[in-house]
């Protein structure tokens, strides 16, 4: 990169294993040990399931099995629970989600903060002033 991101946004489900290698794998790289992580949710949930054993093919060096609990379930509600876990923040980048989606935010959110940014007139300044509060 020849330069250090304060700040890795992950866009959605198949982004969702980067909070956790930033935190685990990446913490000790002096390009990443300092970045703070963004997650955010879209609503496209798909019901299909992935093949295969998922936790051994995420994982990388210092994260066990008990990391990637939530991957065990081989479907989009599992990537999603992982992301939202790892990420130093978690955004709801819309209103209209489904009842499943719905209840992971609900159960995020008794725990930790949840952000949602509106894609309106003021979304940049939003996600600004976001980013401003991750990196101090």
């Known amino acids: ?18 909070p956790l290698y930033l935190k685990t794998t990446y913490k000790k790289d002096p390009v990443f040990k300092d970045a703070k992580s963004v997650f955010t949710v879209y609503n496209n949930e798909f019901l299909d399931k992935f093949e295969g054993n998922l936790v051994e ?17 081989n479907d989009f509600s599992g990537f999603v629970k992982l992301g939202m876990e790892y990420a130093d923040t978690v955004v709801r980048s819309d209103e209209d989600f489904s009842d499943n989606l719905n209840g992971l935010f609900k159960e995020y959110a ?8 509106a894609a309106d007139e003021n979304l940049l300044s939003s996600y600004q002033a976001l980013y401003d509060e991750l990196s101090h």
């Open 57 to 73: 093919k995420a994982k990388m060096l210092d994260i066990d099995d008990e990391m990637l609990k939530e991957l065990k379930s």
């Open 1 to 18: 990169l020849g330069w250090s991101p304060d700040i890795v946004h992950c866009n959605d489900w198949m982004t969702s294993l980067i």
């Open 110 to 117: 008794s725990r930790k903060r949840l952000s949602q940014v």
